[in-house]
């Protein structure tokens, strides 16, 4: 599947929890029933999560494979709650996304 494919099924896969498909700057995303991006498909296929630092998930997160923070501007200036997976780590997305849903906001 292709980046966009997986990220679509994620979103259909949590639908069931209010979570819709939607775009940012963009960028396709899943927002909750409030409206908040809590997941990002990105240009290069790979998928940035909130996930609050400081979690086990959040760690858990950041061991994968070229998984890092997320950077948006490239300019050294990592939002550290947010963590970019990449596709190859697509088996992980919908938990991830699991996750980011239900971190407070």
Same mark, same amino acid.
Not at 18 to 33: E, F, I, N
Not at 60 to 74: I, K, Q, R, S
Not at 76 to 94: F, I, L, N, Q
């Given at each position: ?22 775009? &940012?700057?963009?960028?396709? $995303?899943? +927002? #909750? ?6 997941? /990002?498909?990105? =240009? ?28 948006? &501007?490239?300019?050294?200036? $990592?939002? +550290? #709650? ?6 190859? /780590?697509?088996? =992980? ?13």
């Amino acid at each position: 599947m292709s980046a966009e494919e997986d990220f679509q099924r994620v979103g259909a896969e949590l639908a069931d929890l209010g979570v819709r498909v939607s775009r &940012m700057m963009g960028s396709p $995303a899943l +927002k #909750d029933q409030a409206g908040k991006v809590f997941a /990002s498909l990105q =240009r290069d296929g790979a998928m940035v999560f909130r996930l609050v630092r400081d979690t086990p998930e959040h760690a858990a997160a950041l061991e994968l494979a070229g998984a890092c923070l997320f950077d948006p &501007m490239g300019q050294g200036r $990592a939002v +550290k #709650d947010w963590v970019v997976v990449p596709h190859s /780590s697509a088996g =992980r997305w919908t938990d991830l996304a699991e996750v980011a849903l239900s971190r407070p906001r």
